[in-house]
């Protein structure tokens, strides 16, 4: 009995080894041939971005959404699947707006990827903003050509970076077709931050959160006071395309996983974790409904999270979806609870495309570049 026992461990403990191996394998050869793909067609259409930056920017985000969309991929093959309920997104996603996500592990990028795959080109035409610890991961070269922005954390660096996030939207967000900005106010995860938010909490007689941390409002800021509408701001360059570029929504995203247990990324693209299935909520404000003003927008801000607190409380102490926790009304009309699918044509399609464009600039880009790199360092060696 015993040993039937073992034997049938084992065999299962062999069956999870080829499963991750597999997973691992297919994920390197999706990077290998993915990540080229995008770099090298992104250089060759320079010449288009000179002369047709519109139709540039479309291509490039359509390249851009098939990388993420093959991420989700890798989510959703391991068994980590996404409901999505609240405000209706459909007639806003080809506005600008940001998107205002909480932070509890590495597995929140992937999953926000996911949750957005499928509505039009809006994954395609995202700007990030993250850590600048991701501009040294593999997916890093491709966020830089995107027009992502790399955030420096700590104190020391805050000044500093707003400084070089305000030059980041007039020079990228406003030239590059961007539409909507996802952006992580908490400055960390829920796990590092806790504690410090809590502190603050107690001594400026603020509530003290325990599935999110109070969010810090300097990036938003920043956003608003350059995406916005302001008094002060001269009239004559109101022909200028880039100025008319202006936010029109605020989406807040809660992410709830289940047992406020958020797993990080790695463990879920190997599928070393259980199967589980991820909650969002969506909650859409009319720009003209956020304060401006920083005072306002730190009171406004810190209501939202105080709100989001509510919805995962109940969720992962009652199991209650989020939906069901959120009874207020707003601008736009709500979703019933639902499944998110991924379509596997065109996933199976955006796969195809890099595998083709591999192919094709293997024999006759890559290819010729090392013969004639071997033939002349032939000579130096």
Known sequence: MVC?????????????????????????????????????????????????????????????QSLLTIITTWLYSGGYTIKESGDSLEGIMDDEAVVLVNHQSTSDVPVVMAALHNKNLVLGKVMWIMDDIFKYTNFG?????????????????????????????????????????????????????????????????????????????????VIMDNLTPQPSRNSSNSENISSQKTLKWVIDMTVG????????????????WPPHQIEIHYRVYPIDEVPQDKEGLTKWMYERYQEKEVLLQEFYTKSKPLDESDD????????????????????????????????????????????ILNYFGSFVF
């Open 4 to 64: 039937a026992c073992f034997k049938r461990s084992m065999d299962m403990k062999a069956k999870d080894l080829a499963r991750y191996c597999l997973r691992v394998l297919f994920i390197a050869v999706s990077n290998i041939l993915a990540i080229p793909s995008y770099l090298t067609w992104y250089l060759l259409l320079q010449p288009l971005r000179l002369r047709n930056p519109a139709l540039f920017w479309r291509i490039e985000a359509v390249l851009f």
């Open 257 to 272: 996983y289940p047992g406020a247990n958020p797993y990080n990324s790695h463990g879920m693209f190997v599928g070393y």
């Open 328 to 371: 207020k009304k707003r601008y736009m009309t709500r979703v019933k609870r639902h499944d998110l699918e991924v379509d596997v044509i065109v996933a199976i399609l955006y796969h195809l495309l890099h595998l083709c464009s591999f192919i094709l600039f293997w024999y006759y880009l890559y290819s010729p570049v090392f013969r």
């Open 141 to 221: 070269w491709i966020s830089y050509f995107h027009g992502d922005f790399f955030i420096l954390q700590g104190r020391e660096a805050r000044t500093d970076s707003l400084e070089k996030l305000e030059s980041h939207i007039n020079r990228i967000y406003k030239t590059t077709f961007k539409k909507w900005i996802i952006l992580f106010p908490e400055g960390g995860f829920l796990r590092k931050r806790r504690f410090r938010s809590q502190e603050f909490a107690k001594k400026n007689q603020l509530p003290v959160l325990q599935h999110v941390t109070l969010p810090r409002v300097g990036a938003l800021k």
